[in-house]
């Protein structure tokens, strides 16, 4: 896959090192993964895709382990490589064990199987399920 | 969406009335989605595919309500209008609330839009999450 | 859904009956699908799409039932609703008997997990795979 | 991308080696593919995937070929790269020459197109592919 | 597909209309969109939502007209029948004709196509294409 | 990626030359693409191919740099990773600038995001877009 050019710290505008400071200080680390460095090419996208991955990623009614683990099952189901690895590793950060790991993938894989059966025998939507 | 064939209880054949019968007394309740009524039609598909639900779905290192969820956030990345409607009945009976159902959908969305972002930036992945 | 425009044959102009007749004479039926009349809005995207349609549907080293049962798992994937309906009455006019059915969704249905998990689980490819 | 922990024969469990030969033996070669050693890391996953796969992929109705470039058809559809690679040199194996290839992709690639014309020109499901 | 309840402006909290009103602004019209509705039932998502959407639809390097017939593009790309609806007409809205629409449809069609074609066939990135 | 055989000016056929030499001829270059090179292993695949991509992509009511963002956007929602390197750079070519590139990204990503919200909520479609 293409390298792309990554806006790294020392070269990056006050704007944009206001970010990566937000980003290591949220998510106690010292560096900035290479997603935030390629999309800081643009400052808008940066700043407002932070600000809502940070809202969105805060613990809440779903803890930060549950949010990552739904995070992976997302990228798996697109195939996206680089976004499979960087949360699969934050999960783990997180505290996903192996065995987390494997029950999730299970589901994952189960139900990217059966989306399929019930669209391929056109199955129709159970009355109880209309009325919410 | 067309009507499918669905094979009713009192159709179905004694081998189809075994799983509908572990279904209902492995999900405590006393009726089918019709999603397995369609895919009765072909017993084998029937008794392999909910071998691996049940399995799948058992409570492990993770939870019956996670697990439900993370269902939730395969079917909806997909657009499965069935799978979202009938796991989402599921997720709320195994305990999701509205504030755990707007979390998740929020992480599902966007996770579905940062998976975008990084392949159109054309990121590298990170040498730390290369090596496992 | 919402209900497009159709152009049935009667409203049709000279170039789209041409188009709608050969559609005709060529799946030796005297309708046409919704799917045609359309894309009928637009005759250069209706002669376009047909003759690629033909070409590629004409059977050849793959026969006809097996090209339409392509088509099926292809549309299953993509939980096309419109395509699903119209490419498994294709299918089944072609020759698909119930157990064919059973046999193209467990196939679709098994690809579709297990791609996910060779994503999930972040595989790389096999060294005897990667020269052709 | 990432490369994953394999798990070698000789690294194996019993547990896993019966899988690992009962694989080798039903697809006469010996070797495993990256992707079972992929999974080995949790052995009920390798198990049941395994089981699932020998029961789906077994000459049927479809023959054992047809059944591959199906296989071939959703993993390129979903754009999975380890699985294009595998699965289209296992359909090779199983007999799929040059011009099998090519009709198969150009089916794949149409299919891929029509999907969308079909949603976006949001056409109305014919009556008569409505009632099965 | 079910309907969701949707909150209606009389029922709206002050926090919701106050959303509701600078959408119906901001678009010049006199209703919301049942979209907005729906995800009403939780203020947060509702408030960062339009925050999002309309910063990022504010015509810019691109106009209003370009940027919905993205959203067009992807919407269908995706398969979701009430984007694809809604974009449609928020498309005609800014400007898109008849002609616009086939044109945007058939690039949408070839690109879904080509994008399988690429990866069925396996094909390397160009060197030239790899150095940003 | 495996690297596919790839069909070189020097080694084609004349019908493939004359192919090259059209893709040359209108796209105002003096290098083809590995995606032609590599569909040039079937003539047949190629030839239809370029005729419609040829056809499609021609300005009309939309122009060529549109037609080029609208390839991105559904190559980016699609992760296709050749598509994605070789279109933008053909976006870059018909004059695409990186606020343009920021801003087409924007609308991709956000897309991507609210036809899950859109999904997931089970929204109607408004009566007055199911009109046509």
């Known amino acids: 896959m293409a390298m792309s050019n990554l806006i790294e710290y020392d070269q990056a505008s006050t704007e944009v090192r206001a970010v990566y400071d937000d980003i290591m200080a949220t998510r106690r680390t010292d560096r900035v993964n290479n997603f935030w460095k390629a999309i800081a090419r643009d400052p808008t996208t940066l700043r407002r895709t ?3 991955v940070k809202e969105i990623m805060t613990p809440g009614a779903l803890d930060a382990l549950t949010k990552e683990m739904i995070y ?7 195939q996206c490589g680089y976004c499979i690895a960087s949360h699969s590793a934050a999960a783990r950060k997180a505290g996903m064990t192996d065995s987390m790991f494997a029950e999730l993938m299970a589901v994952v894989g189960m139900a990217n199987e059966t989306n399929r059966l019930a669209s391929g025998y056109q199955v129709e939507i ?3 399920f209309k009325v919410r």
């Open 50 to 52: 932070w600000q809502s």
């Open 72 to 78: 992976v099952a997302v990228s798996v189901t697109n």
């Open 126 to 128: 159970d009355e109880q």
